[in-house]
């Protein structure tokens, strides 16, 4: 344990070890959290016991709970796994943070970076990361003492799309909504049968929801050669703990045509802030662009409900360029120990630091060719989805050709025609990693 004295108030810090403590103070952590009225949801203790649940086995809890006198004025929560000590809930979270009073913040992180250089031991790195540019640690990171500045290196990562709702909000909102090219979809669609979208307000309907989610995510994965997440049992059940504990904060629903599900998502609401966490749909419709639709029917939905923000979350998937008006900044902080490996390892981050500028420019001029990257990105994804029918062809004993020509003329006419999945007609979406050690969209979206 860790004092010191700032104020003239004896501040202390806690090593916890045992997740049965950590649950002792979660109405402390609960009041830290409501002090910040643009709080994650990923902060919050119901995101982390969900967590650690699903995702705590081979790894050691060593959380940080900073104390003035009595007073629990801050949350680190942390674990260690393989000798790196990361924040709790990440990869899954999309953004990561301390816990604590803005009033605190400075003397919290202090308190913290010195407790992990004196009191924690068998770790060879820190990192925290999904950090975004507006997090306490960010903001105040850089005014700590001098000594601890030395053992810290901060790297760029992604940048998150999302639609700031704040200033000129309806003219943002009718912009997304009045789209030609979605109003297109919209009416291809109607004209098909009659569309319904539904949020789900149960829990039981959600569960419903998830079922189906889940078995359309390991296709849709399937289709362009990649493993869903969610072939992991405790994927799929992180997600049911977070809606039985998270309540109304944890949203779902789907997109329906003539009663037969196309398309579903789940996502948080707090403050004001909507994050479609993840969306997907059922391959067989994507000639209709469901996911696409998907998107307009929530932005309708945000129109009435969403007072600050609509965040697309981790990921640089091409199609939230198009709606996105902002791209907030994301962050790793590696905290290297005292010592020789410290030191090593503290220069190559400082290596990485003045390489990533040139290499991030190189990127955004790929970036800004982007129909010759579309077009190759479209080209790699048919060559994998023909592979991939190829091969359930031979599965099954047909012959790859003949099956593919049968199926098309069963359902030449019809909305679930076999085709590439793709969200959007003109855009094939890429799982971006961007420079993060690792990228929660492309790992668990």
Aim: with cysteine; net charge positive.
């Amino acid at each position: 344990m860790v004092n010191v004295s700032v104020h003239g108030r004896q501040l202390r810090c806690e090593v916890v070890s045992d997740f049965g403590r950590l649950q002792e103070l979660c109405l402390e952590w609960t009041r830290l959290w409501n002090s910040d009225s643009q709080a994650e949801i990923f902060q919050t203790p119901e995101w982390a016991i969900a967590w650690w649940r699903c995702f705590g086995d081979g790894r050691t809890l060593c959380s940080l709970v900073v104390f003035a006198e009595d007073e629990v004025i801050g949350i680190v929560p942390l674990a260690k796994r393989r000798g790196v000590i990361q924040f709790l809930g990440v990869p899954q979270a999309d953004y990561a943070d301390i816990i604590c009073e803005e009033k605190w913040a400075q003397e919290v992180l202090a308190v913290a970076f010195k407790t992990l250089r004196e009191s924690l031991t068998g770790w060879g790195e820190c990192v925290w990361q999904h950090l975004s540019k507006d997090s306490r640690v960010m903001r105040y990171y850089r005014a700590l003492p001098r000594q601890v500045l030395g053992n810290l290196h901060c790297l760029p990562t992604e940048g998150y799309q999302t639609i700031l709702l704040q200033e000129n909000r309806d003219a943002v909102l009718r912009s997304l909504l009045g789209k030609k090219h979605t109003r297109r979809r919209r009416n291809k669609l109607q004209k098909a049968g009659q569309v319904q979208f539904r949020h789900l307000q149960t829990l039981h309907a959600a569960g419903t929801c998830l079922d189906d989610f889940f078995h359309h995510h390991i296709r849709r994965q399937e289709a362009i050669g990649k493993q869903s997440v969610y072939a992991a049992p405790e994927s799929r059940q992180f997600i049911r703990t977070l809606f039985a504990k998270l309540g109304s904060a944890a949203r779902s629903g789907v997109l329906e045509l003539d009663g037969r599900p196309l398309a579903w998502y789940i996502g948080f609401q707090v403050n004001g802030k909507f994050l479609l966490y993840q969306h997907t749909f059922d391959v067989d419709a994507s000639d209709y662009t469901p996911g696409e639709l998907l998107l307009w029917n929530l932005f309708e939905y945000a129109r009435d409900n969403v007072a600050r923000e609509f965040d697309f979350g981790s990921g640089n998937e091409l199609y939230k360029n198009r709606f996105a008006n902002y791209s907030r900044e994301t962050f790793s902080l590696f905290i290297e120990p005292s010592g020789l490996k410290g030191r090593v390892r503290g220069l190559a981050r400082e290596a990485q630091v003045h390489l990533l500028p040139p290499l991030r420019e190189v990127q955004q001029i790929a970036k800004s060719h982007r129909t010759t990257l579309r077009a190759f990105r479209s080209i790699r994804k048919w060559v994998l989805s023909m592979r991939h029918w190829v091969r359930r062809g031979k599965g099954k004993g047909a012959v790859p050709g003949q099956k593919l020509h049968q199926k098309k003329e069963k359902s030449d006419d019809s909305v679930w025609r076999k085709r590439l999945p793709d969200v959007f007609a003109s855009e094939t979406p890429h799982a971006g990693e961007g420079n993060s050690v690792v990228s929660h969209h492309s790992d668990f979206r």
